[in-house]
């Protein structure tokens, strides 16, 4: 469980980033 958790970590990162990209900024 501790291996899969970085990486779910980092796509919800990843697409965080992604929506704050397609988001205009404030």
């Known amino acids: 469980m ?6 779910l970590m980092c796509n ?3 697409m ?3 929506f704050l ?4 900024s404030i």
């Open 21 to 24: 990209e397609n988001c205009p």
């Open 2 to 7: 501790h291996k899969t958790e970085p990486l």
């Open 12 to 14: 919800v990162h990843t």
């Open 16 to 18: 965080v980033l992604s």
